[in-house]
């Protein structure tokens, strides 16, 4: 226990030393610029190293969850638990995330602590950041593309796209197949199971969410076709009548 509090802090200090050194060398950006850069950072990193843990290393998490922690699966768990710690403390700090986001970040940390202390289960929690990140890079460049004032833009709406689109797929079906396959094995302990279910009654606060966002959004674009519409048919009928 004592070489992963180790890893973690050293893992947690990296972050916050890329940050700063982003803040140093980027300030005109401002803080939460840099921090996302860093969130993205993770984000790939993060989502590289759990799919070669569950495409290549083994095992695969539908059928064998609740076995040993490997050393990888131990790595990247640590890597992640650094950043979340990290994440956690700057949204805390200049108050920029809500309860939603938070409790994320809070269930994250507390999962990744209850893997690496029973030493099991590693593969779930690897599945669960790679479902977690990788619609991160996605959710960041929505974010940049709306600083740099071209997010109503043809990239902007093919990002939304895949960004609900993968959600839905890696979070809701992907997500709900595994959790069902953790509460029908035998191997994995209660409290695994049952902060699986937690991860993924979590994710459905967050499908709400994105559905909204997405009924406002067509909501939008219809009202503006339809006016466009209007405007046009009123132009020709003019243009008919001079």
């Known amino acids: 226990m004592t070489s992963l509090a180790v890893g973690v802090v050293l893992c947690l200090t990296g ?3 890329l940050y700063t050194l982003l803040c140093n060398t980027n300030g005109s950006h401002g803080s939460e610029w840099n921090c996302r850069l860093v969130t993205l950072l993770h984000g790939i990193l993060a989502v590289c190293i759990t799919a070669y843990i569950g495409y290549v290393e083994g095992p695969w998490p539908f059928t064998h969850p609740g076995t040993k922690n490997t050393p990888l699966q131990i790595s990247a ?4 638990l650094g950043y979340f710690i990290f994440d956690m403390g700057w949204c805390v700090y200049f108050r920029t995330e809500g309860p939603v986001m938070l409790a ?3 269930m994250s940390i507390l999962g990744i602590l209850l893997t690496l202390s029973l030493g099991e289960s ?3 929690s690897c599945a669960v950041i790679f479902a977690s990140e990788i619609t991160n890079p996605l959710l960041q460049a929505r974010w940049f593309l709306r ?3 071209r997010y109503e833009s043809l990239t902007g709406e093919v990002v939304d796209v895949l960004f609900v689109v993968l959600f839905v797929f890696m979070r809701i079906v992907v997500g709900g197949r595994m959790l069902y396959c953790e509460l029908i094995s035998p191997r994995p302990r209660l409290i695994i199971k049952c902060g699986g279910v937690a991860m993924y009654v979590l994710s459905w606060v967050f499908m709400v969410d994105i559905g909204r966002f997405t009924y406002r959004k067509s909501q939008s674009k219809y009202r503006r076709w339809r006016d466009q519409h209007r405007l046009a048919a009123v132009n020709g009928h003019v243009g008919k009548t001079d």
């Open 147 to 149: 600083q740099l004032g």
């Open 122 to 124: 590693g593969i779930e």
């Open 77 to 80: 768990m640590v890597i992640s």
């Open 104 to 106: 994320h970040h809070t």
């Open 15 to 17: 972050w916050i030393t």
